[in-house]
């Protein structure tokens, strides 16, 4: 079993940042992927960033050059930087896992309104 943890969500202007955390139960190095999905209302659960164990990272082409994905391995922490916020970004960001499985975190509301 691996527990999520999720944090750094807000309600922000367009063009505003935010920095959400996820900590892992667990060694993320243990952890072959991990990475943010969102869901807006309405919508379905999409990927947006994942990073693998090696330190690959993948950012889907919506998000490309507004958000970053990066880890602390000493604190078993990914990130999610994101930048020039849109409206459409609008969305309950969720950590996921993959070891063998899919665990998921609580999930964590980003706002972006004017």
């Known amino acids: 079993q691996v527990q999520l943890v999720e944090s750094g969500g807000g309600s922000v202007q367009p063009g505003g940042s ?3 955390s996820c900590t ?3 060694n993320i190095t243990a952890i072959i992927w ?3 999905h969102r869901q807006a209302p309405g919508k379905q659960r999409e990927m947006v960033a994942t990073i693998s164990n090696h330190d690959v ?3 889907v082409n919506s998000i490309q050059g507004r958000f970053t994905i990066s880890r602390d391995i000493a604190k078993n922490t990914i990130y999610l930087e994101m930048k020039d916020l849109k409206f459409e970004d609008t969305a309950v960001y969720y950590c996921m896992a993959w070891i063998n499985q899919n665990y998921w975190g609580q999930g964590t509301q980003v706002t972006v309104s004017a």
């Open 18 to 20: 935010l920095r959400l």
């Open 24 to 26: 892992a139960s667990t």
């Open 34 to 36: 991990m990475g943010w």
């Open 57 to 59: 990272k993948v950012h």
